[in-house]
């Protein structure tokens, strides 16, 4: 059994936080839920960057712009999953969750030389929370509990698209269709009790383009800029409410239209360069103006985003055993989230290690493994800090389309 604790926020008497879903965050309790922040391949061991950076056989899911690096007759294809192990605490209190998730399914292929393509199945947030809440009866000197479980999340089913118009220029595309449903069940213990059961259903269309500039190599550095702007755009809303009595009785169905969720302007810009065709570096900046949406949340409020990340990739000289085909990969990332509470933004960082296993010299398919360690929200100010550790695997495969078999 899992042990409850309290803490005091501005809109809560008492709170108990504890997820039993595949996210045990406490901060999934605002917005849509906590974002998916597992990229593909080993750029979640690098930080989550990659804006910048050009792998012919491994989808940057990052920026749809290297889509057109894919060499004709080839087929990628990638699955992922991870493992968290958290520490959620407060100034006297602490609990211990583990969550396992599928992390995404992707595809992609050339369609003509210089035009890439990649379709996708990705969770976009997860949400998984338990929380009492503690009021006092209008009055009086005594207080009732309302007893609340969050579930569920929105899913990204995108469809992206990489165009080289330039031999050092990419272009590239994303559309993804944003879809789920947030399960709300509270407990009303007052007398007699009540039962209210919420149903939110979200969807709506998002927008991405993504940029490559590949300058001439110096000294054996290639470097290249990328970026990416993510449209702003609206989710919209619907709920089924179910009300009953703690005998069973039916109260009240009700289908009703919520208030549409704003997803705001965001650009990235990075930079990645390949020295030595050995050691990869990466930098990447994104920002993200909440501010401009209007969107709230009664506990807090939305403040523009930024998020810094950090990467770096190698692989040893060259040789000829299976060692020198392993890619070590280390990274940093930095979050100063969207969320105030208390006057405290919600930020978060993490650290990142792991290594990329080929699984045959004949093609560059390979086993990606990633650990990070970090933490989110802090114990200021009666909130809640979340340490976490993060076990990522993954599958990138690469194919052969049209390829004959020789036997001799």
Do not use: C
């Not at 990638?78 to 992390?103: M, R």
């Not at 009055?139 to 469809?159: A, E």
């Not at 998002?206 to 800029?225: E, Q, S, W, Y």
């Not at 086993?367 to 200021?380: A, D, M, P, R, V």
């Amino acid at each position: 059994m899992f042990k409850k604790f309290i803490l005091s926020i501005p809109f809560l008497v008492s709170a108990v936080l504890l997820g039993q879903n595949d996210t045990s965050s406490p901060y999934s309790l605002y917005g849509l839920g906590v974002e998916n922040k597992t990229s593909f391949g080993g750029f979640t061991a690098m930080g989550n960057s990659g804006v910048g950076q050009i792998e012919a056989y491994q989808i940057n899911n990052l920026n749809p712009a290297n889509l057109a690096n894919i060499p004709l007759k080839s087929f990628l294809y990638e699955v992922g999953v991870n493992g968290t192990y958290s520490t959620i605490k407060t100034s006297d209190l602490s609990q211990n969750t583990t969550d396992f998730n599928f992390s995404h399914l992707a595809f992609a292929f050339p369609v003509i030389k210089n035009w890439g393509m990649s379709i996708g199945l990705v969770p976009y947030s997860k949400v998984g929370y338990d929380i009492d809440i503690e009021s006092p009866i209008e009055g009086s000197t005594s207080t009732f509990t309302t007893s609340i479980i969050g579930s569920g999340g929105l899913s990204k089913l995108y469809w992206g698209n990489g165009l080289k118009i330039h031999k050092n220029i990419s272009l590239g595309l994303e559309l993804s269709f944003l879809f789920g449903t947030i399960d709300q069940e509270s407990w009303v213990f007052t007398n007699p009790n009540v039962n209210i059961i919420d149903r939110n259903y979200y969807n709506g269309a998002k927008l991405k383009t993504g940029i490559h500039i590949t300058m001439p190599n110096i000294a054996n550095v290639k470097t290249t800029f990328g970026g990416t702007i993510e449209i702003p755009t609206s989710l919209s809303g619907t709920q089924n409410r179910v009300v009953y009595k703690s005998n069973g009785i039916l109260v009240e169905e009700d289908e009703n239209t919520l208030n549409n969720f704003e997803l705001p302007l965001a650009i990235t810009i990075g930079m990645s360069n390949k020295i030595n065709k050995h050691l990869t570096t990466n930098f990447d900046y994104k920002k993200l103006w909440w501010e401009n949406t209007n969107q709230y949340d009664n506990a807090g409020t939305y403040t523009n985003q930024s998020i810094y990340a950090l990467g770096v990739s190698y692989i040893p000289s060259k040789g000829y055993g299976f060692s020198s085909l392993i890619k070590y990969r280390l990274g940093i990332n930095y979050n100063t989230g969207f969320l105030n509470i208390s006057d405290q933004k919600i930020d978060s960082y993490s650290f990142s290690a792991g290594v990329g296993i080929p699984i045959s010299k004949l093609n560059a398919s390979s086993l990606n493994i990633s650990y990070s360690i970090g933490k989110e929200g802090t114990i200021s100010n009666n909130l809640i800090e979340e340490n976490f550790h993060k076990l990522t695997l993954n599958l990138s495969l690469v194919g052969k389309w049209f390829q004959k078999q020789k036997i001799f």
